[in-house]
């Protein structure tokens, strides 16, 4: 039996549902279907949502096994791994992602869970890169990708990288706050 600053070491270390993921769930369930992934779950309430929304059939993923506790806690089938590097060809009709996207100087990284969670690199585009090289993969050829997108991240850079992996990207939902836009952009196979 874990003791209560086990526990609360435990939620301190996943990230928990913010504006980012209202805006991705409200994305995910107007467009998700089929076979769901949501890569990156953090505490599991987007993929929670997807779920309980639609009649997708959903799996869950992080690298944070603290992420993946919470996500099975709320009854969800949850896979261990880093981006979509555990998951075969052509698996997912709808995969949703909400990388880390802060940009953040090397020497002020704090080395923990949750800096995971948060911390894109230095362009805040540090995971988007590798999971747009390796989305074309595991998405179905009529499949959706939803990825979200701040402007913190340099967001002409991103819409550059998603065309160079091969992908057409249409705005489903954008929020603006104080110190950034949030979008969340559908992402298609290129013909």
Known sequence: MTDLAD??????????????????????VERA???VLEVG????????????????????SDVNPHACESARERGLSVV?????????????????????????????????WMEQALSGGETGRELIEPFLEDLPRVLATDGVALLLVSS???????????????????????????????TVLALRHAD
């Open 80 to 112: 261990r791994g880093s981006l979509l590097d555990p998951f075969v060809a052509d698996a997912f009709d709808t995969i949703c992602f909400n990388p880390p996207y802060l940009p953040t100087e090397p020497d002020t990284e704090w080395g923990d």
């Open 152 to 182: 913190l991240t340099g967001y002409e850079t991103v819409l550059d990288l998603v065309e160079d992996a091969g992908f057409t990207h249409e705005v489903v939902v954008e929020e603006s706050f104080p110190f950034e836009t949030l």
């Open 33 to 35: 279907r089929g076979r």
């Open 7 to 28: 526990q609360r070491g435990a939620e301190t270390a996943v990230y928990q549902p913010a504006e980012d993921s209202g805006l991705l769930a409200e994305a995910a």
């Open 41 to 60: 779950t953090g505490s599991g309430w987007v993929a929670e949502q997807i779920a309980s929304e639609t009649d997708c059939s959903v799996v869950a």
